[in-house]
């Protein structure tokens, strides 16, 4: 038997059920860069750090700023929370397609024991013509038994709605942090792996970091692996198998760092990216900029088709 | 792309469903100053301190105190428990709206996890005739899992009633404490977006207070920002986007710091103020004489049309 | 505006729905003293303290005892469990009006969080043609979330079913205890006012005991309040607003100790009186003395209309 | 008023309704000795502590032999857990009843905080044939709030299909150790109250064991009695009203001793025995042989018609 | 009365409904090595280890490389969660059957307390037409109490749904730690008989392994004995009655110790063997060497007709 190479995934688009399918298709090939690719705003920064991500960009407090940029510079999808979608969404439905995201939490308290519950449903995404939900996981945390739980409702009224479901998979939580923390290769990969087991059509995950010193504290074999952050990220798009990987791309860093991340998870046979700050904490114009170069990586790198 | 100031929010009232529409047009438009203001008399205090709070005005142990002051002076609406919707609301239908307050609690225990469990429900408020539900958000708590999950049903069943939604943001808990505690403008303005977020049409925020010590505490960019109280209200408003803000009073202050904070939340495009204590603490003709003076300048300070 | 007294409430009754003021009037005017007061016998000291309080009148080990004494004492209605409700009950049926007290436990663990989950339901009491429904609210515990939560869905069940609610109004808890405990007129008062906001249609309060060293812990203006028992009781009342308010003896105490706090309690507008073992701790001669002596109370001194 | 002694109790069947009364009937008067005792056989120590009692008679470890007990010995019932009941029980049916045991747990955590979750439901029950169901009641735990809760349910659905319902009555827990554990005169008597208040049809009690150092940590007045285990099993019976009492054997002990404490609970009211180790833990001759002691002990010391 | 020895159990099939006889039938008789044995492939490894056990052979990480290996190979089924029973199974429907597994978890917390919610339905097995449900039970952790709840659902699922009910019985927990831990002859043999009195239809028990410090620690009389491994496995295969038994694998061992267990577990009375690692941690070609030589065990061992 010859085993392909994963980044040589059959279309997921052919394993969904009609409605996900529908939905899905809209997202990667009606919006967007619009060939199979996916570029995704997210705006639940002001509840996840709360208004103090708004700061070095004013504008962006109002959540018109985002909702303008997502349907004036062509993104695939917007990810917000409920409050956003029922008073801000109208005005741009047909637009830019909305990912409602149905948890959230504030960083008040520590996240040694991260868990967020969900403030909306599925049947709110389907009322509000929402075209997928988000939901995060945070995994390995002690609460992950009250997450997976949670998780299962979520997705079953996926299945049951025909909407994609977008898994934010994120490491977190004391026991991890014992292990090397939130960013290692071991943590991400671990994470990947989860939400495609969970039924993610989509999964979000962060990039890996190397550090030598925290991946010593990572269970074998990767408490011994060198691997760079390209072959990293190649790995963790690998353990999400048949499900779509988009990277996030955390707190603002420099342009040339955004497009050598976007380059890399596409080449790694990943679909996309979902860059909130990196984009929105910018000036208008700006952020236009940057979004076109991000738009031509895309199309440039695609080594998949969903 | 020019964007607007916050304070030139598009009308709340356009993005609302039918049964909301009508409902919170009744508090801001056929009841109180009616210019599309919001003047609340809340009267939940005596289960969230005790009688305790009626001692400096012992006339106010009965109800019928704050139910009359509210229809006799032209309230937009009184805010209560269930059982004195139940009790003594009935009297009062038709002089004045009602919200009814679904979650509270004593203050006995600790408020270091602080969270309020629905001691009612929405139906319980359309059964009762009620404009509008109250909801107590612990904005930060380590218990805002619950919260948030609560808050969840709640604001689903608004949507399924066309019952408009106010909430109380409260930023609170132990872990908010080592950040300055819950009286800090980064804690104020972040209750604000996590109101709006997660679905309020009507915002209940305390002042923010300037204390260059407890500043010091808060997350950057706040802890280094030196702002005036006006200005952090000014932001605070802004965080709460489309949803209407009515700003709390607290304990008993001075007439004068009454009516210079009730400018400040109008200035800074809020919609009213929802004053207890500061207004029944006093005897009947000082009440109707404070109310008067909050009235007027209700009316002399707007700046934004709902 | 002229304030009335409280002890000059309005008339309980004509604010009740049909149902539950069927129900309550069938207590206040056609079994017990019969002018609108309560006299109620509760048994549900086999589950809070076990069998123990049953010694020192062995005979009243029986649960027969108390229901006989219930029926042929002429008393407004005996307070007892499922179990009881179901097996003794039955035999007394249209003889006496039956309370179904819906919660309880054991003293065996300490009271530090107290909080009684259900064991019966508002249904089981219209199954078995209760006249009214009990439960025990612990105000001030830590697990105050769990109690109004459930007390919501009690208090939501009485409304559907026309069922009148008696709230037992508890002060409890550690964080109680660090004020003063559970027997200060701070903390009796409010409970009071908890039990009527939380929908009660008459709440069983304990006598408040007036001791300087723990009335020093209250919360001000308790700490520096100097009043009597009659008027620690007298303002109590007032606390419960319209709700009628019975009060609860205790332990076994003299007679003439039991017969000035009826006193004391009606004087004070209160409806009547719940004694359990200072009535049948004792022999059945004796035990119908008493009786006769606190109906006579409660006929004497009467000062509300319910 | 003339107190009938409570060995003279009512008869239970007269009060029950006619599902519980057909079913229990059956086990009274149908099987079994016949003259309205119970000989009932639990076989749940598998799962209450593990493969480890089957050791001394081997055979015992497969369940057949119990059934086959059961069936040829002739009990009043056999009470087992729902895997059994499930896959053993169908070729016994007919021969001898089935009490399905809704609850159970292994005894490897601590019992400091004993609670047991259903495994099963009345609902299988019914379906299954069984003729009563069995709830562990672990009086006075710290998780006693979970276990009332629970017992609420079950004992709904005992009165929603006619079942009838075997509490075991068990005190436990850390609070219990400290007021002289679970054995004493105190715990078993609280014990039997509670579980009649809470609905039990027949209550299985643990035979007090007198100890004066333990005693002595027990609450007024049993701290400072001085009673017979055959008076104290008297009044543990007493303590159980109308409800049903069958005495458990506990771990093996001699003959004598088995056959002194059934003549004591049966000459204190109760209605029979429960025994499980002090019968299977026997070679088959053996087994049969103390069976026909007992029987003829429980049909020789009647002193209650159920 | 006769005895049998266990290892002559009485079919189960015959004790089931049409469902789950028809369902079982298929694993044991129409797909496997064909003669009522069990031959089965776990991939929950993903979850329950991360992807770390994929490294040893790369080629692992692709799902496809288990569901290519069951396929052609001829399971008996394949087990995994639900993401991969959706994205990967659909192209192997028919080719062979699957086990869906309803509850995991990742292995970063400590398995002190653990607890596995379900992240799937029986109603998503039925769904997706799996031939049995797979339920990881942590016997013996402080969380038993939910484990052994959210068991009766999936349990009573199973039993509406005629689907098989697979016991993945493990030993764990602090409080089994200090009873010699998970892998004594007490540990799994306890395990065996909980999952079987659970309503298991088929058991997944690891090995016993024989340590005579361990053995110190476990509750007489298995503190005292000294058997052979073959002893212990026999016993726990008696110990799970009429119950299938699988051996569990575990980590990967050599070939010779593999293939000694599975002729213990035959010998025993068990009907087949789950191993994962030990399999598909091979090289294509090794794998389906290692794979034949089981299955010819399993075919020359039988002891049990189910």
């Not at 008073?87 to 024991?113: E, H, M, R, W």
């Not at 995404?125 to 945390?141: E, F, H, I, K, N």
């Not at 060198?226 to 860093?253: D, F, N, T, Y």
């Amino acid at each position: 038997m010859e085993i392909k190479s994963v980044t040589e995934q059959k279309s997921l688009l052919s394993t969904l059920a009609p409605g996900k399918r529908t939905r899905l298709r809209r997202l990667l090939f009606e919006f967007g860069p619009g060939n199979g690719t996916l570029m995704l705003l997210p705006i639940d920064q002001g509840i996840e750090h709360g208004p103090r991500d708004f700061f070095p960009n004013p504008a962006s407090k109002d959540p018109e700023y985002q909702f303008r940029l997502a349907a004036e510079a062509g993104y695939s999808a917007l990810a917000c929370q409920i409050g956003m979608a029922e008073k801000y969404y109208p005005d741009y439905a047909g637009q830019v397609p909305l990912i409602l995201k149905v948890n959230g939490k504030t960083d008040v308290p520590s996240s040694d024991d991260a868990f967020s519950t969900t403030n909306s449903s599925v049947e709110d995404a389907v009322r509000l013509g929402a075209d997928a939900v988000g939901y995060t996981l945070y995994v390995g945390s002690p609460r992950q038994d009250r997450d997976l739980l949670q998780l299962r409702q979520v997705r079953q009224d996926c299945d049951r709605y025909g909407m994609p479901l977008v898994i934010w998979a994120y490491p977190r939580g004391a026991a991890l942090d014992a292990k090397g923390g939130q960013s290692t290769f071991y943590a991400i990969d671990y994470a990947a792996r989860m939400a495609m087991e969970m039924g993610a059509d989509v999964v979000k995950l962060n990039m890996p970091k190397i550090d030598p010193e925290k991946d010593k504290l990572t269970p074998a074999p990767y408490n011994e692996m060198q691997v760079s952050q390209e072959e990293a990220i190649r790995q963790c798009v690998e353990s999400a198998g048949r499900a779509l990987v988009v990277l996030s791309g955390g707190s603002k860093i420099d342009d040339e760092k955004v497009l050598e991340q976007t380059r890399f998870v596409m080449q790694a046979g990943g679909s996309g990216v979902i860059y909130g700050r990196n984009v929105w904490q910018r000036e208008w114009s700006e952020a236009l900029e940057i979004i076109e170069q991000i738009k031509e990586s895309l199309l440039a790198n695609v080594s998949r088709i969903p």
